[in-house]
């Protein structure tokens, strides 16, 4: 786990993108930003360690990620 990303919030997030699969929707930082009312650096973090992971796509422009699990 990346030292400057909490155990808990990662798993909240991790959490959050798997109900949205299920939904059908994107996933993107400002969805990371308003859950954990975190800043964008932060969520960015958790986005790419996401990506990482593999549990969205990478980033394309504007559009929300994908997400692949």
């Keep these: 786990m990346d030292n400057t990303i909490n155990k808990t919030d990662y798993e909240n997030i991790v959490h959050l993108v ?3 699969k299920e939904t059908g929707e994107g996933f993107s930082v400002s969805t990371i930003q308003r859950r954990l009312r975190a800043g964008r650096s932060y ?3 958790i986005m790419k360690k996401l990506e990482r992971d593999g549990y969205v ?3 394309d422009g504007t559009k929300p ?3 692949l699990i």
């Design 43 to 45: 969520s960015e973090k």
């Design 65 to 67: 990620r994908e997400i």
């Design 18 to 20: 798997k109900a949205r």
């Design 57 to 59: 796509s990478e980033f």
